[in-house]
Protein backbone atom coordinates (compact mmCIF):
# COMPACT_ATOMS: atom_id res chain seq x y z
CA UNK A 1 0.00 0.00 0.00
CA UNK A 2 1.42 3.71 -0.87
CA UNK A 3 2.90 5.37 2.06
CA UNK A 4 -0.12 8.32 1.28
CA UNK A 5 -3.18 5.50 1.39
CA UNK A 6 -1.42 4.47 5.32
CA UNK A 7 -1.25 8.27 6.38
CA UNK A 8 -4.72 8.32 5.32
CA UNK A 9 -5.72 5.24 7.32
CA UNK A 10 -3.78 6.55 10.26
CA UNK A 11 -5.29 10.03 10.46
CA UNK A 12 -8.70 8.50 10.61
CA UNK A 13 -7.98 6.07 13.08
CA UNK A 14 -6.74 8.50 15.20
CA UNK A 15 -10.08 10.77 14.73
CA UNK A 16 -11.87 6.94 15.97
CA UNK A 17 -9.44 7.06 19.00
CA UNK A 18 -10.07 10.52 20.15
CA UNK A 19 -14.26 10.30 19.60
CA UNK A 20 -13.53 6.76 21.09
CA UNK A 21 -12.23 8.28 24.29
CA UNK A 22 -14.72 11.49 24.30
CA UNK A 23 -17.76 9.83 23.92
CA UNK A 24 -16.91 6.97 26.65
CA UNK A 25 -15.33 10.14 29.05
CA UNK A 26 -12.43 8.06 29.88
CA UNK A 27 -9.70 5.64 28.39
CA UNK A 28 -5.95 6.35 27.02
CA UNK A 29 -5.78 8.62 24.17
CA UNK A 30 -2.11 9.30 24.49
CA UNK A 31 -0.72 5.89 24.53
CA UNK A 32 -3.21 5.00 21.39
CA UNK A 33 -2.72 7.96 19.49
CA UNK A 34 1.12 7.23 19.19
CA UNK A 35 0.30 3.73 18.64
CA UNK A 36 -1.91 4.60 15.56
CA UNK A 37 0.68 4.50 12.77
CA UNK A 38 2.02 0.63 13.41
CA UNK A 39 -1.04 -0.62 14.35
CA UNK A 40 -2.44 0.81 10.65
CA UNK A 41 1.17 -0.74 9.29
CA UNK A 42 0.26 -3.93 11.08
CA UNK A 43 -4.01 -4.47 9.83
CA UNK A 44 -3.10 -2.62 6.22
CA UNK A 45 -0.26 -4.12 5.14
CA UNK A 46 1.74 -6.33 7.51
CA UNK A 47 -0.86 -8.82 8.65
CA UNK A 48 -2.79 -11.38 6.64
CA UNK A 49 -6.17 -10.82 8.54
CA UNK A 50 -9.14 -10.57 6.57
CA UNK A 51 -13.30 -10.18 6.66
CA UNK A 52 -12.54 -14.22 5.61
CA UNK A 53 -10.57 -15.57 8.64
CA UNK A 54 -10.81 -12.61 11.23
CA UNK A 55 -12.90 -15.32 13.58
CA UNK A 56 -10.34 -18.21 12.61
CA UNK A 57 -6.87 -19.11 14.39
CA UNK A 58 -5.19 -20.06 10.94
CA UNK A 59 -3.67 -16.89 9.99
CA UNK A 60 -0.78 -14.15 11.41
CA UNK A 61 -1.85 -12.76 15.02
CA UNK A 62 -1.86 -9.79 16.94
CA UNK A 63 -1.47 -9.43 20.69
CA UNK A 64 -1.89 -5.54 21.84
CA UNK A 65 -0.01 -6.44 25.09
CA UNK A 66 -0.64 -2.59 26.42
CA UNK A 67 -4.21 -3.11 26.60
CA UNK A 68 -5.32 0.08 27.34
CA UNK A 69 -4.68 1.53 23.50
CA UNK A 70 -7.81 -0.33 22.78
CA UNK A 71 -9.26 2.61 21.41
CA UNK A 72 -6.23 2.10 18.33
CA UNK A 73 -7.42 -1.37 18.02
CA UNK A 74 -10.98 -1.02 17.97
CA UNK A 75 -10.57 1.62 15.55
CA UNK A 76 -8.56 0.20 13.24
CA UNK A 77 -11.07 -2.66 13.30
CA UNK A 78 -13.29 0.05 12.12
CA UNK A 79 -11.48 1.05 9.53
CA UNK A 80 -11.09 -2.60 8.05
CA UNK A 81 -15.11 -2.68 8.40
CA UNK A 82 -15.21 -5.14 10.66
CA UNK A 83 -17.39 -2.67 13.27
CA UNK A 84 -19.25 -0.15 12.61
CA UNK A 85 -17.78 3.09 13.02
CA UNK A 86 -21.02 4.21 14.93
CA UNK A 87 -20.10 1.30 17.32
CA UNK A 88 -16.87 2.87 18.00
CA UNK A 89 -18.77 5.31 20.67
CA UNK A 90 -20.13 3.00 22.72
CA UNK A 91 -16.60 2.56 23.90
CA UNK A 92 -16.73 1.82 27.69
CA UNK A 93 -19.88 1.81 28.02
CA UNK A 94 -21.90 -0.89 29.90
CA UNK A 95 -23.23 -3.76 27.70
CA UNK A 96 -20.85 -3.00 24.95
CA UNK A 97 -18.14 -5.18 23.45
CA UNK A 98 -15.75 -2.45 22.80
CA UNK A 99 -14.48 -3.28 26.57
CA UNK A 100 -11.92 -0.78 28.48
CA UNK A 101 -9.43 -3.58 28.01
CA UNK A 102 -9.54 -6.11 24.62
CA UNK A 103 -11.58 -9.19 25.51
CA UNK A 104 -11.29 -11.72 23.08
CA UNK A 105 -14.09 -13.80 24.24
CA UNK A 106 -16.58 -10.45 23.18
CA UNK A 107 -15.21 -8.97 19.92
CA UNK A 108 -14.13 -11.65 16.84
CA UNK A 109 -10.65 -10.22 15.75
CA UNK A 110 -9.29 -9.61 19.42
CA UNK A 111 -6.47 -12.45 19.35
CA UNK A 112 -5.40 -12.65 23.01
CA UNK A 113 -7.39 -10.48 26.34
CA UNK A 114 -5.06 -8.04 27.65
CA UNK A 115 -5.02 -5.01 30.45
CA UNK A 116 -2.75 -6.24 32.77
CA UNK A 117 0.78 -5.48 31.50
CA UNK A 118 3.26 -7.69 31.00
CA UNK A 119 0.99 -10.46 30.03
CA UNK A 120 0.21 -10.17 26.55
CA UNK A 121 3.91 -10.76 25.13
CA UNK A 122 3.75 -14.38 26.96
CA UNK A 123 0.65 -14.79 25.48
CA UNK A 124 2.39 -13.93 22.03
CA UNK A 125 5.07 -16.25 23.06
CA UNK A 126 2.61 -19.30 23.59
CA UNK A 127 0.86 -18.73 20.04
CA UNK A 128 4.03 -18.74 18.27
CA UNK A 129 4.95 -21.97 19.99
CA UNK A 130 2.02 -23.69 19.14
CA UNK A 131 2.42 -22.14 15.09
CA UNK A 132 5.77 -24.09 15.66
CA UNK A 133 4.16 -27.32 16.85
CA UNK A 134 1.89 -26.81 14.01
CA UNK A 135 4.57 -26.45 11.68
CA UNK A 136 2.57 -22.98 9.79
CA UNK A 137 4.35 -20.34 8.65
CA UNK A 138 1.80 -17.70 10.62
CA UNK A 139 3.71 -14.92 12.28
CA UNK A 140 3.06 -13.78 15.79
CA UNK A 141 2.95 -10.06 16.75
CA UNK A 142 2.45 -7.95 19.67
CA UNK A 143 2.94 -4.78 21.11
CA UNK A 144 4.80 -3.59 24.29
CA UNK A 145 4.75 0.12 26.08
CA UNK A 146 8.15 0.88 27.26
CA UNK A 147 6.92 1.60 30.74
CA UNK A 148 5.49 -2.30 30.87
CA UNK A 149 9.31 -3.59 29.94
CA UNK A 150 9.78 -3.06 33.58
CA UNK A 151 7.57 -6.15 34.59
CA UNK A 152 9.87 -8.83 35.14
CA UNK A 153 7.54 -10.78 33.04
CA UNK A 154 8.67 -9.15 30.26
CA UNK A 155 11.73 -10.54 30.23
CA UNK A 156 10.68 -14.11 31.15
CA UNK A 157 9.08 -13.97 28.05
CA UNK A 158 11.89 -12.61 25.72
CA UNK A 159 14.35 -15.11 27.50
CA UNK A 160 11.81 -17.58 26.63
CA UNK A 161 11.41 -16.37 22.95
CA UNK A 162 15.06 -16.47 22.40
CA UNK A 163 15.76 -19.68 23.83
CA UNK A 164 12.92 -21.29 21.82
CA UNK A 165 14.18 -19.40 18.64
CA UNK A 166 11.09 -17.89 17.65
CA UNK A 167 11.80 -16.36 14.40
CA UNK A 168 8.00 -16.15 14.21
CA UNK A 169 7.46 -13.87 16.67
CA UNK A 170 8.05 -9.95 16.23
CA UNK A 171 7.54 -8.13 19.36
CA UNK A 172 7.23 -4.28 18.57
CA UNK A 173 7.79 -2.04 21.71
CA UNK A 174 6.33 1.64 21.83
CA UNK A 175 9.39 3.83 22.75
CA UNK A 176 7.76 6.94 23.85
CA UNK A 177 9.85 7.27 26.95
CA UNK A 178 7.02 8.29 29.13
CA UNK A 179 4.53 6.16 31.54
CA UNK A 180 1.91 7.16 33.89
CA UNK A 181 4.20 8.72 36.36
CA UNK A 182 6.74 10.75 34.49
CA UNK A 183 9.13 9.54 31.76
CA UNK A 184 10.49 5.91 31.72
CA UNK A 185 14.07 6.78 32.55
CA UNK A 186 12.98 8.87 35.74
CA UNK A 187 10.61 6.63 37.12
CA UNK A 188 12.33 3.43 36.81
CA UNK A 189 14.99 2.87 33.71
CA UNK A 190 14.60 0.52 31.26
CA UNK A 191 17.70 1.62 29.55
CA UNK A 192 19.76 0.35 27.48
CA UNK A 193 17.16 -1.27 25.81
CA UNK A 194 18.54 -2.44 22.67
CA UNK A 195 21.88 -3.96 24.39
CA UNK A 196 19.44 -5.66 26.91
CA UNK A 197 17.16 -6.98 24.22
CA UNK A 198 20.48 -8.34 22.06
CA UNK A 199 22.07 -9.85 25.14
CA UNK A 200 18.74 -11.71 25.56
CA UNK A 201 19.54 -13.28 21.84
CA UNK A 202 17.03 -11.28 20.19
CA UNK A 203 17.32 -9.53 16.98
CA UNK A 204 16.93 -5.75 17.46
CA UNK A 205 15.41 -3.06 14.65
CA UNK A 206 15.25 0.35 15.67
CA UNK A 207 12.86 2.78 13.86
CA UNK A 208 10.97 5.97 13.64
CA UNK A 209 7.38 4.62 14.75
CA UNK A 210 5.48 7.13 12.57
CA UNK A 211 7.29 6.17 9.85
CA UNK A 212 6.02 3.68 7.27
CA UNK A 213 8.96 3.05 5.31
CA UNK A 214 10.89 1.85 8.06
CA UNK A 215 7.90 0.34 10.07
CA UNK A 216 7.69 -1.72 6.57
CA UNK A 217 11.35 -2.55 6.44
CA UNK A 218 11.11 -3.75 9.96
CA UNK A 219 8.84 -5.99 9.60
CA UNK A 220 10.63 -7.11 6.44
CA UNK A 221 13.58 -7.89 8.21
CA UNK A 222 12.47 -9.47 11.18
CA UNK A 223 10.41 -12.02 8.58
CA UNK A 224 13.63 -12.61 6.95
CA UNK A 225 15.22 -12.99 10.42
CA UNK A 226 15.69 -16.92 10.92
CA UNK A 227 17.00 -18.46 14.51
CA UNK A 228 15.76 -15.78 17.01
CA UNK A 229 13.03 -13.41 17.77
CA UNK A 230 12.88 -10.09 16.28
CA UNK A 231 12.20 -6.56 18.86
CA UNK A 232 11.26 -3.69 16.93
CA UNK A 233 12.22 -0.85 19.11
CA UNK A 234 10.12 1.77 17.55
CA UNK A 235 10.62 5.44 18.93
CA UNK A 236 7.05 6.95 19.29
CA UNK A 237 5.35 10.24 20.37
CA UNK A 238 2.91 9.60 23.10
CA UNK A 239 -0.40 11.46 22.11
CA UNK A 240 1.20 12.24 18.44
CA UNK A 241 -1.11 14.24 15.95
CA UNK A 242 -2.85 15.82 18.47
CA UNK A 243 -0.58 18.70 19.28
CA UNK A 244 -1.61 19.56 22.89
CA UNK A 245 -1.35 15.66 23.71
CA UNK A 246 2.09 15.19 22.36
CA UNK A 247 4.53 14.25 24.61
CA UNK A 248 2.23 15.07 27.73
CA UNK A 249 2.31 12.00 30.66
CA UNK A 250 -0.65 13.91 31.70
CA UNK A 251 -2.67 12.67 28.52
CA UNK A 252 -2.05 8.77 29.29
CA UNK A 253 -5.40 8.10 30.79
CA UNK A 254 -7.36 11.17 30.67
CA UNK A 255 -10.67 12.20 28.27
CA UNK A 256 -10.67 15.57 26.33
CA UNK A 257 -13.35 17.85 27.27
CA UNK A 258 -15.77 19.11 24.53
CA UNK A 259 -13.72 21.78 23.36
CA UNK A 260 -10.59 19.55 23.62
CA UNK A 261 -12.65 17.14 21.22
CA UNK A 262 -13.44 19.66 18.83
CA UNK A 263 -9.61 21.11 18.62
CA UNK A 264 -8.06 17.96 18.30
CA UNK A 265 -10.30 16.59 16.08
CA UNK A 266 -10.02 20.01 13.46
CA UNK A 267 -6.28 19.38 13.66
CA UNK A 268 -6.51 16.01 12.55
CA UNK A 269 -8.52 17.18 9.78
CA UNK A 270 -6.51 19.56 8.57
CA UNK A 271 -3.98 16.93 8.21
CA UNK B 1 -23.80 14.76 51.69
CA UNK B 2 -19.29 15.27 50.93
CA UNK B 3 -18.45 12.43 48.68
CA UNK B 4 -15.25 10.91 48.80
CA UNK B 5 -13.03 8.13 47.71
CA UNK B 6 -10.94 6.50 50.62
CA UNK B 7 -7.84 6.29 48.45
CA UNK B 8 -7.90 10.53 49.77
CA UNK B 9 -7.69 9.06 53.08
CA UNK B 10 -4.97 7.07 52.48
CA UNK B 11 -2.62 9.66 50.88
CA UNK B 12 -3.79 12.27 53.83
CA UNK B 13 -3.08 9.95 56.58
CA UNK B 14 0.11 8.78 54.87
CA UNK B 15 1.15 12.70 54.58
CA UNK B 16 0.55 12.72 58.46
CA UNK B 17 2.41 9.44 59.28
CA UNK B 18 5.62 10.29 57.42
CA UNK B 19 5.53 13.62 59.60
CA UNK B 20 5.41 11.87 62.61
CA UNK B 21 7.43 9.04 61.96
CA UNK B 22 11.09 8.79 59.98
CA UNK B 23 10.69 5.09 60.11
CA UNK B 24 7.88 5.14 57.35
CA UNK B 25 8.92 4.35 53.54
CA UNK B 26 6.13 4.56 50.98
CA UNK B 27 6.22 2.39 47.52
CA UNK B 28 4.06 2.44 44.58
CA UNK B 29 4.32 0.99 40.86
CA UNK B 30 3.60 3.37 38.25
CA UNK B 31 -0.10 4.63 39.29
CA UNK B 32 1.30 7.30 42.91
CA UNK B 33 -0.83 9.49 41.60
CA UNK B 34 -3.95 7.28 41.65
CA UNK B 35 -3.57 5.65 45.21
CA UNK B 36 -2.60 9.14 46.02
CA UNK B 37 0.65 7.26 47.67
CA UNK B 38 2.24 10.39 45.78
CA UNK B 39 1.36 12.68 48.62
CA UNK B 40 4.10 11.23 50.85
CA UNK B 41 6.89 12.60 48.34
CA UNK B 42 5.24 16.16 49.27
CA UNK B 43 6.58 15.31 52.94
CA UNK B 44 9.61 13.48 52.01
CA UNK B 45 10.75 12.22 48.33
CA UNK B 46 13.44 10.06 49.70
CA UNK B 47 11.22 7.60 51.50
CA UNK B 48 8.68 7.69 48.46
CA UNK B 49 9.78 5.13 45.52
CA UNK B 50 8.12 4.58 42.55
CA UNK B 51 9.39 1.52 41.77
CA UNK B 52 7.96 1.01 38.13
CA UNK B 53 5.15 -1.05 36.43
CA UNK B 54 6.77 -4.19 38.56
CA UNK B 55 4.01 -5.12 41.40
CA UNK B 56 5.88 -8.44 42.10
CA UNK B 57 9.28 -6.60 42.64
CA UNK B 58 8.08 -3.76 44.53
CA UNK B 59 6.44 -6.36 47.52
CA UNK B 60 9.43 -8.15 47.84
CA UNK B 61 11.83 -4.68 48.14
CA UNK B 62 9.14 -3.53 50.58
CA UNK B 63 9.57 -7.20 52.88
CA UNK B 64 13.41 -5.81 52.32
CA UNK B 65 12.68 -2.48 53.83
CA UNK B 66 10.76 -3.89 56.77
CA UNK B 67 13.15 -6.81 57.31
CA UNK B 68 15.36 -3.61 58.16
CA UNK B 69 13.32 -2.16 60.65
CA UNK B 70 11.34 -0.07 58.22
CA UNK B 71 7.19 0.43 58.51
CA UNK B 72 6.92 -0.17 54.79
CA UNK B 73 3.33 0.75 52.64
CA UNK B 74 3.32 -0.67 49.56
CA UNK B 75 0.66 0.59 47.09
CA UNK B 76 -0.78 -0.19 43.48
CA UNK B 77 -4.04 -1.11 42.45
CA UNK B 78 -6.14 -4.06 43.96
CA UNK B 79 -5.48 -6.11 41.14
CA UNK B 80 -1.86 -5.87 41.08
CA UNK B 81 -1.00 -5.76 43.96
CA UNK B 82 -2.70 -9.01 45.39
CA UNK B 83 -3.12 -10.61 41.91
CA UNK B 84 0.38 -9.95 40.25
CA UNK B 85 2.07 -9.62 43.57
CA UNK B 86 0.08 -12.67 45.65
CA UNK B 87 3.42 -14.82 46.00
CA UNK B 88 5.65 -11.65 46.80
CA UNK B 89 3.17 -10.57 49.15
CA UNK B 90 2.83 -14.43 50.87
CA UNK B 91 5.94 -16.08 51.30
CA UNK B 92 8.25 -12.47 51.19
CA UNK B 93 5.68 -10.77 53.52
CA UNK B 94 3.34 -13.20 55.36
CA UNK B 95 5.74 -15.94 56.14
CA UNK B 96 8.43 -13.59 57.72
CA UNK B 97 5.59 -11.14 59.57
CA UNK B 98 6.86 -8.76 58.11
CA UNK B 99 5.65 -4.62 59.04
CA UNK B 100 4.64 -4.31 55.27
CA UNK B 101 0.98 -2.38 55.07
CA UNK B 102 0.08 -3.20 51.47
CA UNK B 103 -2.79 -0.36 50.91
CA UNK B 104 -4.54 -1.24 47.61
CA UNK B 105 -6.63 1.04 45.60
CA UNK B 106 -8.88 0.76 42.86
CA UNK B 107 -10.39 -2.34 44.49
CA UNK B 108 -13.88 -4.13 43.14
CA UNK B 109 -16.14 -3.46 40.36
CA UNK B 110 -16.45 0.66 40.57
CA UNK B 111 -13.15 0.46 39.41
CA UNK B 112 -16.05 1.21 36.29
CA UNK B 113 -14.79 1.55 32.89
CA UNK B 114 -11.17 0.03 32.77
CA UNK B 115 -13.53 -3.11 33.16
CA UNK B 116 -13.09 -6.97 34.23
CA UNK B 117 -9.39 -6.61 34.00
CA UNK B 118 -8.83 -4.17 36.47
CA UNK B 119 -11.99 -4.93 38.83
CA UNK B 120 -10.42 -6.62 41.75
CA UNK B 121 -13.22 -8.65 43.36
CA UNK B 122 -11.00 -12.04 44.65
CA UNK B 123 -8.38 -9.15 46.74
CA UNK B 124 -10.07 -10.47 50.26
CA UNK B 125 -9.99 -13.77 49.76
CA UNK B 126 -6.33 -13.80 48.28
CA UNK B 127 -5.62 -12.05 51.20
CA UNK B 128 -7.25 -12.98 53.99
CA UNK B 129 -6.09 -17.04 53.29
CA UNK B 130 -2.52 -15.86 54.33
CA UNK B 131 -1.73 -16.74 57.94
CA UNK B 132 -0.89 -13.80 59.86
CA UNK B 133 -2.63 -10.85 57.44
CA UNK B 134 -4.50 -8.37 58.74
CA UNK B 135 -7.59 -7.04 56.49
CA UNK B 136 -9.07 -4.06 56.14
CA UNK B 137 -11.93 -2.37 54.17
CA UNK B 138 -12.63 0.98 55.31
CA UNK B 139 -16.05 2.32 54.02
CA UNK B 140 -15.55 5.96 54.10
CA UNK B 141 -12.85 8.73 54.30
CA UNK B 142 -12.97 8.85 58.14
CA UNK B 143 -12.99 5.52 58.46
CA UNK B 144 -10.68 5.03 56.06
CA UNK B 145 -7.69 7.59 57.14
CA UNK B 146 -8.24 6.11 60.99
CA UNK B 147 -7.58 2.50 59.70
CA UNK B 148 -4.52 3.27 57.67
CA UNK B 149 -3.07 5.10 61.07
CA UNK B 150 -4.03 2.00 62.86
CA UNK B 151 -2.55 -0.36 60.88
CA UNK B 152 0.56 1.34 60.70
CA UNK B 153 1.50 0.35 64.43
CA UNK B 154 -0.38 -3.03 64.10
CA UNK B 155 2.48 -5.67 64.56
CA UNK B 156 2.85 -7.24 61.17
CA UNK B 157 1.19 -7.39 57.31
CA UNK B 158 -1.44 -5.49 56.95
CA UNK B 159 -4.14 -5.42 53.71
CA UNK B 160 -6.59 -2.17 53.07
CA UNK B 161 -9.08 -1.95 50.14
CA UNK B 162 -9.14 0.83 49.03
CA UNK B 163 -11.74 2.44 46.51
CA UNK B 164 -11.40 4.58 43.59
CA UNK B 165 -15.18 6.56 43.16
CA UNK B 166 -16.20 8.59 46.15
CA UNK B 167 -18.08 7.12 48.53
CA UNK B 168 -20.57 9.15 50.86
CA UNK B 169 -19.67 9.64 54.50
CA UNK B 170 -21.48 7.02 56.94
CA UNK B 171 -19.36 7.00 59.65
CA UNK B 172 -20.83 9.07 62.86
CA UNK B 173 -19.43 11.51 64.33
CA UNK B 174 -16.59 10.84 67.03
CA UNK B 175 -16.32 7.94 65.22
CA UNK B 176 -13.46 5.98 66.78
CA UNK B 177 -12.18 3.20 64.88
CA UNK B 178 -11.30 0.13 66.60
CA UNK B 179 -9.88 -2.75 64.83
CA UNK B 180 -11.07 -6.11 64.69
CA UNK B 181 -14.26 -4.58 66.21
CA UNK B 182 -17.57 -4.58 63.95
CA UNK B 183 -19.66 -1.35 64.32
CA UNK B 184 -23.41 -1.48 64.72
CA UNK B 185 -24.74 1.56 62.68
CA UNK B 186 -28.56 1.00 62.96
CA UNK B 187 -30.41 -1.34 65.60
CA UNK B 188 -33.17 -3.35 63.74
CA UNK B 189 -34.83 -6.81 64.36
CA UNK B 190 -35.45 -9.49 62.13
CA UNK B 191 -33.18 -9.40 59.16
CA UNK B 192 -29.03 -8.00 59.97
CA UNK B 193 -27.29 -6.52 56.90
CA UNK B 194 -23.38 -6.95 57.36
CA UNK B 195 -21.58 -5.21 54.76
CA UNK B 196 -18.31 -4.17 54.45
CA UNK B 197 -16.57 -1.19 52.52
CA UNK B 198 -18.63 0.14 49.48
CA UNK B 199 -21.58 -1.82 50.40
CA UNK B 200 -22.24 -0.11 54.06
CA UNK B 201 -23.50 3.04 51.68
CA UNK B 202 -25.76 0.57 49.78
CA UNK B 203 -27.12 -1.39 52.87
CA UNK B 204 -28.02 1.46 54.61
CA UNK B 205 -30.06 2.62 51.81
CA UNK B 206 -31.52 -0.31 50.89
CA UNK B 207 -33.30 0.08 54.49
CA UNK B 208 -35.28 2.63 53.37
CA UNK B 209 -36.91 0.28 50.55
CA UNK B 210 -37.62 -1.93 53.30
CA UNK B 211 -40.95 -2.03 55.48
CA UNK B 212 -39.27 -3.16 58.35
CA UNK B 213 -36.16 -1.77 60.68
CA UNK B 214 -33.32 -4.13 59.90
CA UNK B 215 -29.94 -4.26 61.94
CA UNK B 216 -27.34 -2.40 59.71
CA UNK B 217 -23.24 -3.58 60.39
CA UNK B 218 -20.39 -2.35 59.34
CA UNK B 219 -17.38 -5.19 59.27
CA UNK B 220 -14.30 -2.90 58.70
CA UNK B 221 -12.38 -5.90 59.35
CA UNK B 222 -12.75 -8.81 57.80
CA UNK B 223 -9.64 -10.58 59.37
CA UNK B 224 -9.79 -10.75 61.97
CA UNK B 225 -13.46 -11.19 61.91
CA UNK B 226 -15.80 -10.09 64.68
CA UNK B 227 -16.69 -13.74 65.96
CA UNK B 228 -18.72 -12.37 68.86
CA UNK B 229 -20.72 -10.20 67.17
CA UNK B 230 -21.43 -12.28 63.99
CA UNK B 231 -22.25 -15.42 66.88
CA UNK B 232 -24.81 -12.53 68.59
CA UNK B 233 -26.37 -11.01 65.18
CA UNK B 234 -27.10 -14.53 63.88
CA UNK B 235 -28.52 -15.22 67.43
CA UNK B 236 -30.80 -11.92 67.50
CA UNK B 237 -31.83 -12.44 63.75
CA UNK B 238 -33.82 -15.04 61.51
CA UNK B 239 -31.61 -13.63 58.17
CA UNK B 240 -28.17 -12.73 58.16
CA UNK B 241 -27.32 -10.79 54.89
CA UNK B 242 -23.75 -10.20 54.04
CA UNK B 243 -22.93 -7.41 51.34
CA UNK B 244 -19.73 -6.70 49.74
CA UNK B 245 -17.89 -5.59 46.53
CA UNK B 246 -16.16 -8.85 46.03
CA UNK B 247 -16.75 -12.32 44.73
CA UNK B 248 -19.28 -14.04 46.90
CA UNK B 249 -16.44 -16.36 47.28
CA UNK B 250 -13.84 -16.30 50.10
CA UNK B 251 -14.49 -12.59 51.15
CA UNK B 252 -17.24 -11.08 53.73
CA UNK B 253 -19.84 -13.57 53.02
CA UNK B 254 -17.70 -16.65 53.47
CA UNK B 255 -15.93 -15.47 56.84
CA UNK B 256 -19.14 -14.50 57.96
CA UNK B 257 -20.41 -18.14 57.09
CA UNK B 258 -17.61 -20.15 58.50
CA UNK B 259 -18.21 -18.54 61.64
CA UNK B 260 -22.06 -19.08 61.89
CA UNK B 261 -21.63 -22.95 61.21
CA UNK B 262 -18.93 -23.46 63.14
CA UNK B 263 -20.94 -21.30 66.11
CA UNK B 264 -24.15 -23.59 64.98
CA UNK B 265 -26.23 -20.72 64.47
CA UNK B 266 -29.65 -21.79 63.65
CA UNK B 267 -30.09 -17.99 61.18
CA UNK B 268 -30.24 -18.07 57.42
CA UNK B 269 -27.38 -16.52 55.33
CA UNK B 270 -27.72 -15.23 51.99
CA UNK B 271 -24.51 -13.48 50.19
CA UNK B 272 -25.08 -9.96 48.06
CA UNK B 273 -21.86 -9.83 46.08
CA UNK B 274 -20.20 -10.57 42.94
CA UNK B 275 -22.04 -13.93 41.95
CA UNK B 276 -19.53 -15.33 40.72
CA UNK B 277 -18.59 -13.76 37.31
CA UNK B 278 -15.98 -11.05 35.84
CA UNK B 279 -17.05 -7.43 35.51
CA UNK B 280 -17.38 -5.65 32.52
CA UNK B 281 -16.50 -1.79 31.46
CA UNK B 282 -19.07 0.70 33.02
CA UNK B 283 -19.88 3.54 35.24
CA UNK B 284 -19.90 2.38 39.43
CA UNK B 285 -23.53 2.61 39.59
CA UNK B 286 -24.91 1.28 36.86
CA UNK B 287 -22.40 -1.82 37.29
CA UNK B 288 -23.89 -1.83 41.03
CA UNK B 289 -27.26 -2.12 39.40
CA UNK B 290 -26.24 -5.07 37.02
CA UNK B 291 -24.34 -7.11 39.13
CA UNK B 292 -27.00 -6.62 42.31
CA UNK B 293 -24.82 -4.20 44.77
CA UNK B 294 -27.42 -1.61 44.51
CA UNK B 295 -29.92 -1.02 47.32
CA UNK B 296 -32.85 -2.46 45.45
CA UNK B 297 -30.88 -5.63 44.73
CA UNK B 298 -30.02 -5.90 48.62
CA UNK B 299 -34.05 -5.01 49.69
CA UNK B 300 -34.76 -8.12 47.04
CA UNK B 301 -32.65 -10.46 48.53
CA UNK B 302 -34.14 -9.89 51.96
CA UNK B 303 -37.32 -10.23 50.71
CA UNK B 304 -36.59 -13.13 49.22
CA UNK B 305 -34.90 -14.68 52.22
CA UNK B 306 -37.13 -14.01 54.81
C1 LIG C 1 0.29 -5.09 35.67
C2 LIG C 1 -0.21 -3.70 35.52
N1 LIG C 1 0.21 -2.75 36.37
C3 LIG C 1 -0.26 -1.49 36.26
C4 LIG C 1 -1.16 -1.16 35.29
C5 LIG C 1 -1.73 0.24 35.22
N2 LIG C 1 -1.21 0.93 34.01
C6 LIG C 1 -1.94 1.03 32.89
S1 LIG C 1 -1.12 1.80 31.64
C7 LIG C 1 0.24 2.06 32.63
C8 LIG C 1 1.43 2.77 32.09
C9 LIG C 1 1.91 2.12 30.84
O1 LIG C 1 3.03 2.75 30.31
P1 LIG C 1 3.60 2.23 28.94
O2 LIG C 1 3.75 0.75 28.99
O3 LIG C 1 4.83 3.00 28.64
O4 LIG C 1 2.43 2.53 27.91
P2 LIG C 1 2.23 3.78 26.92
O5 LIG C 1 3.21 4.83 27.27
O6 LIG C 1 2.49 3.22 25.57
O7 LIG C 1 0.81 4.19 27.09
C10 LIG C 1 0.01 1.52 33.91
C11 LIG C 1 0.97 1.58 35.02
C12 LIG C 1 -1.59 -2.20 34.43
N3 LIG C 1 -2.50 -1.97 33.46
N4 LIG C 1 -1.09 -3.43 34.54
MG1 LIG D 1 5.35 4.45 27.30
Redesign the interface.
Known sequence: MKNIELEKHANSIRKSIVTEVFYAQSGHPGGSLGAADIITSLYFEELDINDENLDSVDRDRFVLSKGHASPALYAAFAEKGWIEKEELKTFRHLGSRLQGHPSMRLLPGVDMSTGSLGQGISCAVGMALANKLDKNDHRIYTLCGDGECQEGQVWEAIMAAAHHKLDNLCIIIDNNNLQIDGKVEDVMSIYPLDEKMKAFNCHVIEIDGHDFDQIRAAFKEARETKGQPTVIIAKTVKGKGVSFMENQAGWHGVAPNEEQYHAAIKELEAC | MASIATRIAYGDALKELLQEDENIVVL?A?????TKS?EAKKVDPARHF?????E??MMSVAAGLAASGKIAFASTFA??AT??GFEQIRNSIGYPHLNVKVCASHAGISV???????QCIEDINLMRGIPGMTVVVPCDYNEAKQAVRAIAYHEGPCYVRLGRSGVEEVTPEGYQFELGKGVVLKEGTKVALVATGSMVQESLKACELLDFEPTVVNIHTIKPIDRELIVELANSHDLIVTCEEHSIIGGLGSAVAEVMAEAGCPCKLARVGVQDVFG????PK??FE?YGLDPQSIANVVKNNL
Open positions: DDLAGSADMGIAGNMFGRGEDGASHESGKELT
